[in-house]
């Protein structure tokens, strides 16, 4: 069998520690590391002299530039007509609040001026019963003040005897007429 390792590349001791360092980051041997390189130019066709890699750039932009297509049709199919139809929906909604305003205001201003009538009548009607209750008492106290004299008259007459002078009952009767008349 013959060995296949024939070839030798020489360099600096400096790039012989980076290599061994990426080895060992890597976790493979210096001589994988090594093929592994090649392999990987030869298939990308990538010159590694060129650090800022083209062929990444392009590849890069023409994804960037599929994604902005993607963006802006997603824009056109959905998110156009949505703001659209959001638009339509916040104007149909800020005339329903607004139509809604005005019959509420309406409503309540309505409400308010039939509570203002019913007040105004209730203060009326309160006033007219104090009335009748002042008119109660005083046509008790009228009761009250003419039983009083009535019974004074009596006593009075009860006390005539056979003897009174038509006089004296005329007198009693004046008296008791104007106690009446004072009332």
Wanted: net charge positive; glycine share 4%.
């Amino acid at each position: 069998m013959e060995d296949i390792n024939v070839r030798s590349v020489r360099y600096p001791i400096l790039v012989d520690q980076k290599f061994e360092k990426i080895a060992l980051k890597l976790g493979r041997t210096k001589r994988q590391v090594f093929i592994q390189m090649v392999d990987y130019f030869y298939k990308s066709k990538k010159d590694p002299i060129d650090l800022n890699d083209e062929l990444l750039k392009n590849a890069l932009m023409k994804n960037h530039q599929q994604y902005i297509g993607f963006i802006k049709s997603q824009e056109n199919m959905l998110l156009i007509p949505m703001k659209t139809e959001m638009d339509r929906v916040s104007v149909s909604q800020g005339q329903i609040i607004e139509r809604f305003n005005t019959q509420i205001l309406k409503a309540n201003t309505d409400l308010l001026n039939n509570q203002h009538t019913q007040d105004g009548k209730l203060n009326a009607i309160g006033i007219i019963m104090d009335t009748m209750q002042k008119g109660l008492k005083s046509k008790e106290a009228l009761k009250s003040q003419f039983l009083h004299i009535l019974d004074g008259y009596i006593r009075s007459r009860d006390a005539f005897g056979m003897m009174t002078s038509g006089r004296e009952k005329e007198e009693l009767i004046a008296v008791t007429k104007s106690q009446i008349s004072l009332l």
